[in-house]
T-cell receptor, first 110, second 111 residues
Framework: SQTIHQWPATLVQPVGSPLSLECTVE??????LYWYRQAAGRGLQLLFY??????ISSEVPQNLSASRPQDRQFILSSKKLLLSDSGFYLC?????????FGQGTRLTVV | RKEVEQDPGPFNVPEGATVAFNCTYS??????FFWYRQDCRKEPKLLMS???SGNEDGRFTAQLNRASQYISLLIRDSKLSDSATYLC????????????FGQGTTLQVKP
């Protein structure tokens, strides 16, 4: 069966510090991978999606970046966090269009 | 116009009520739609797929109306445990596998 791992679950980072969130998928090959962000009380905002290794589509211009160094690994990064980067970050994978989510990382930038 | 739009609610209903949510989409070429449920501070979880012929799973019925470009979710005999945010998802206009979620509709079922 397929599983998705996302870590850490919670993170508190100072403004201006770097960020690296990692997501890995098991039990499938060549999935579509996604990073979403959800601000408190708001909907899911698609940040990046990837249909293959090294193929990243960015949806929102901002100080975040994503990379897919391996087929089932998706990394979200920032060189310098802003207060506005606080939120609930969700990684997801899909095949046949149904998406399945990791448990999310709750990021607080202070 | 947003690619997928939902009424955020909240919908406050008594136990046992029937409640329906609609979600409109702008990409007429979209093929697949789904409903997700998200509990507070948790990740969204797949609730059910949406087919043109309608899809029923217990108290839940999902329907796709291609002519009017909307999908619906009907919940019968609401339970307290149905309280959550319900998200619909469709494809982005480029139809390259990008999944776009609506902002979600919040349901509160009261005793």
């Amino acid at each position: 069966s397929q599983t998705i791992h996302q870590w850490p679950a919670t993170l508190v980072q100072p403004v201006g510090s770097p960020l690296s969130l990692e997501c890995t998928v098991e039990g499938t090959s060549n999935p579509n991978l996604y990073w979403y962000r959800q601000a408190a009380g708001r909907g899911l905002q698609l940040l990046f999606y990837s249909v293959g290794i090294g193929q990243i589509s960015s949806e929102v211009p901002q100080n975040l970046s994503a990379s897919r160094p391996q087929d089932r690994q998706f990394i979200l990064s920032s060189k310098k966090l802003l207060l506005s980067d606080s939120g609930f970050y969700l990684c997801a994978w899909s095949k046949d269009r149904m998406a399945f989510f990791g448990q999310g990382t709750r990021l607080t930038v202070v | 116009r947003k690619e997928v739009e939902q009424d955020p609610g909240p919908f406050n209903v008594p136990e046992g009520a029937t409640v329906a949510f609609n979600c409109t989409y702008s990409n007429s070429a979209s093929q697949s739609f789904f409903w997700y449920r998200q509990d507070c501070r948790k990740e969204p979880k797949l609730l059910m797929s949406v087919y043109s012929s309608g899809n029923e799973d217990g108290r839940f019925t999902a329907q796709l109306n291609r002519a009017s470009q909307y999908i619906s979710l009907l919940i019968r005999d609401s339970k307290l445990s149905d309280s959550a945010t319900y998200l619909c998802v469709g494809h982005g206009s480029s139809n390259t596998g990008k999944l776009i979620f609506g902002q979600g509709t919040t349901l509160q079922v009261k005793p």
